[in-house]
Every structure is written in C-alpha cells, then in structure tokens.
C-alpha cells in the first residue's frame, strides 16, 4: 500500500467519523416527511393564523382591551409568539436526534415523564381547538340557514352534527399533513373570501353608523378577568401547539427553512387577520359579536357566500389541528402503504371517524367559543408555547448561554407561568357564568 493510499484511508476515516458525528436519527412514523417546501409549510401555519377563529377576535380580543390594549397586544403577540416559536425550531435536530412531534423532544429534553406530561397537554389543547372549530362550523352553517328561512326547526347542534360529518368525510380522504397539497390553495382562497366580505361590509357599516362606543363593558371586577381571558385568547390566536410535527414535513434543511416558513407567517400571514379583528372592532365598538357575520349588513347572497367559505375553511383547519393524532394512531397500528388500501381506509374510518364522533358530541354539548379559547391557551398553549420553549431551550443549551440570556430565558418562564395559571381561573370563571346562562346542547 502506498503513502497515497493510507492517505486516502484515513481522509475517508475522518469523512466516515464526521459523518457518524453529524447523522441526525429520525424516527419510526407512518406519515411522510421532509417532503414539502417551507412555502407550503408557510402555507399550513398561515391557515391556522387566518382560519375562521379570526372571525372572533374583533368580539373577544378587542371589546374586552380596548384600543390601546388590543392594538399593542397583539403586536407583542406577534414578535412573542415569533421568538417562542424560533426556539422550538432550532431544536429540532437537537442530540443527533430529528424530534418530529413535540413529545419527542420534550422526552429527550426531561425523560419519560415529561414526554407523557408534554403528549396529555398538547392532547387536550388539540382536542380543544378542534372543539372549536366544529363550533365555527356549526356557526357558520346555521348562519347560512337562517339567513333563508329563520324558523327556528334547526338548531345549533344539528349543524355542529352535520359539520362533524363532514370534517370526517374529509379526514378519511385525506391521509396526512403532507397529502393537503392543493387544499392548502383552497383554504387560502376560502379565507380571503371570508375576510374581505367581513372587511367590506363591517368598513361600510363602520361609515354608515353613527358614534360607537368603545368603552370596555361590564363592573371593574369582571373587567380584570375579561382582561386575562383576552391575554389567553391574544396567545391562542397565533400558536399551535403542534410545531415540531408540522417541522417534520418541510424539507431539509430543517431549521434553515423552517425559520422561513415562521417569518413567512408572523409578517404576510398576520396581516389579513389584523385588518380584519381592527376593521370589525372599528365599525362596531363594544358590542361587536364573537362571530363578526353575525354583526355585518349586506346582500344576503355575499353574507351566505361568506359563510359558506368559512365553514369549508374549518373543514381544512381542524385537519391540520389533528394530525398528530392520527400519526400517533397510524404509526402504532403500522397503517402505511396506499390510502386506498382496504386495511388503511377502514382504519381511518373507524378511528377517525370514532375520534370526531366524540369532538363533535363535546361540541354541541357545549357551545361556548370564546371560553374554548380562554381555557385553551391557558391550561395547554401558554405552558406549550412559552413554559416549555423557554425552559427546554434553557436545558438543551445550558452552558452556552451567558448569564443574561439565562436571566432572560427565566423570566419568560415565570412570567408566563404566571400568565397560565391567572388565564385558568378567568376562564374556569367564565365558564361558571355561562353555565347559569346556558344550558347542554344549547341553540346559541
């Protein structure tokens, strides 16, 4: 052997050795990954952002700030959220290993618990933004209904029934959260159609009205828990609680794109959702509606087009939303291969239809929006998003960070625990109140 070879041996040995270095173990999923361009992904995170949620705000988010406190509360939702979120994606590919649900990390980050404690939150904060958007659907539909014949033969829960029938139809179709693909153009176009109707005809009313009052409603003790409940749904408006699996999708590299997707979603993706929480809080101050198509005038046909193009938009969303179950129930039954499958599709059928059977009946059992959002973001997004970002990044990176930055990270950590636990209370409160207002099943 000559001293080139033995040269190129050891080149190799070091090639080989940095290469084992820097492999990146990806686990066992049912579902595809590294498949999609961070645009798509963009795409997925901006249709949570603008789904038919946003149709609330103006009525849940700025009647209970105000101007001042909506306007700058949102805008520091935004940049928090956009922080809170980057730290979650730089540890993606943390310790040799992809982390492709956030369990998975959490788990790596703490050990075993923590990955149980981690799978119940973002279990119940999935399955209760699911709960909403059956809700929203059901809105939307009788909506529709009673703006043709408003005889009261239907109700509430009917169309919360037959929208859970359709989110179904649509999740058997539609195997994983790469398969969207062209829906993710509908869902786009489906919330621009919704949010400009909403701002053309709440500007036009806004014009044509005489002066609103913006005051923030009700007694100085309500005001403060009216005033957390708000803080909870600022946060629930831009945080899923599901990054990591939806990261899993984009292509490598990761992070790097990733990061594009989010800055894609905190600049673009916000805006119509700003134009349209500002522009229906304008046109009707205090007594704007939780659901702005019920506060708007106009031709019957635009107003019927606009809620139709909501409720097929939540159809979209509430898939995204849940995804992580079905991966978790694909991946451990090995349902993979061809969706047409006669295994995979009567799989799909009886677990996922069984899943939305049992979101649907919560649904209409209770249909109280605006306390799904409150309690959501308190008992399962702020410890998500915030609590758990923060203090796993502090873990993972440890002696890098310097002192401020450890400070800093700390402070995130009691502060939105804090947060948490002030939002739980308002929103067990809120509760309370409408349980003595509302009864199950109610027709709202």
């Not at 828990?225 to 990591?244: D, K, Q, R, Y």
Request: hydrophobic share 50%.
């Amino acid at each position: 052997m000559t001293m080139d070879d033995h040269k190129n041996d050891d080149s190799a040995s070091r090639k080989d050795f940095f290469d084992e270095q820097h492999a990146v173990e990806v686990p066992e999923t049912a579902h595809v990954i590294s498949q999609d361009s961070w645009f798509q992904v963009g795409f997925i995170l901006t249709t949570g952002i603008n789904s038919a949620y946003v149709l609330g705000y103006s009525g849940t988010i700025m009647v209970p700030l105000g101007w001042t406190g909506g306007v700058v509360g949102l805008i520091l939702a935004t940049a928090i959220s956009l922080y809170a979120n980057s730290l979650i994606a730089k540890l993606h590919e943390f310790g040799g290993k992809r982390h492709i649900r956030y369990r998975d990390l959490a788990g790596f980050v703490y050990g075993p618990k923590a990955y149980s404690l981690t799978w119940a939150l973002q279990y119940v904060n999935l399955f209760m933004i699911n709960v909403g958007y059956i809700i929203l659907a059901g809105q939307a539909l009788k909506a529709v209904y009673v703006l043709f014949r408003d005889d009261g033969a239907m109700k509430l829960p009917y169309f919360i029934a037959i929208s859970g029938i359709v989110c179904a139809m649509f999740a058997i179709g539609t195997p994983h959260l790469s398969a969207l693909g062209v829906w993710l153009g509908f869902s786009t176009t489906f919330s621009l159609i919704y949010i400009v109707i909403a701002i053309v005809l709440s500007a036009r009313d806004g014009v044509e009205a005489s002066a609103r009052d913006y005051s923030v409603p009700g007694t100085n003790t309500s005001k403060i828990f009216t005033t957390i409940g708000a803080a909870a749904n600022l946060v629930f408006a831009f945080n899923t609680g599901m990054l990591p699996e939806i990261q899993a999708t984009v292509k490598q590299p990761v992070v790097k794109n990733m990061m594009k997707a989010l800055y894609f979603q905190f600049t673009v993706g916000v805006l119509p959702m700003y134009a349209v929480t500002f522009v229906g809080y304008w046109a009707y101050g205090s007594s704007t509606s939780t659901y702005l198509l019920n506060s708007v005038n106009g031709p019957v046909w635009v107003k019927a087009v606009a809620n139709i193009a909501s409720f097929l938009q939540t159809v979209i969303s509430l898939h995204i939303f849940a995804s992580p179950m079905y991966e978790y129930l694909d991946t451990r039954y090995g349902i993979k291969g061809s969706a047409l499958a006669f295994r995979n599709l009567s799989f799909r059928v009886m677990v996922r239809g069984g899943y939305l059977a049992l979101t649907t009946l919560v649904s209409a059992a209770l249909p109280f929006l605006g306390d799904f959002e409150s309690l959501t973001g308190a008992v399962s997004t702020f410890p998500l998003t915030f609590i758990l970002a923060n203090h796993m990044y502090l873990v993972a990176k440890g002696n890098k960070l310097t002192s401020l930055q450890k400070s800093w990270h700390w402070l995130n950590v009691l502060f939105f625990g804090c947060m948490a636990l002030a939002a739980a209370v308002a929103a067990l409160r809120l509760i309370s109140v409408d349980s003595k207002t509302y009864h199950l099943f109610a027709d709202l």
